[in-house]
Nanobody
């Protein structure tokens, strides 16, 4: 059974760093491209970042490019999203998933506010 569990969310001040984690199980993690998405109330879920199975290729939405970094540790079956210089507009529930397959994790709330 595929499971994805996000953690690391919370309240962070604008500019303060925050790192999200996603622990994966139930599939061949090192072979799977992974993705981070986010959603705010009333809006569609949007793609934030993707990372290839080896971690050698990453892609980012324009809104977070240069501020967010995704990485992975295949030995720990974990993918990360480092949020540097977060802004109030980054407030959302953040989800991880396999880039091309379900399911979604339950998400972790990130609130950027002073």
């Amino acid at each position: 059974q595929v499971q994805l569990v996000e953690s690391g969310g919370g309240l962070v001040q604008p500019g303060g760093p925050l790192r999200l984690s996603c622990a994966a199980s139930g599939f061949a993690f090192s072979s799977a491209a992974m993705a981070w998405h986010r959603q705010t109330p009333g809006k569609d879920r949007e793609l934030v970042a993707t990372i290839s199975g080896t971690g050698g290729t990453t892609n980012y939405a324009d809104a977070v490019k240069g501020r967010f970094t995704t990485s992975r540790d295949n030995a720990k079956n974990t993918v990360y999203l480092k949020m540097d210089s977060p802004k109030p507009d980054d407030t959302a529930v953040y989800y991880c998933k396999r880039a091309y397959l379900p399911p979604w994790g339950r998400g972790t709330q990130v609130t950027v506010s002073s």
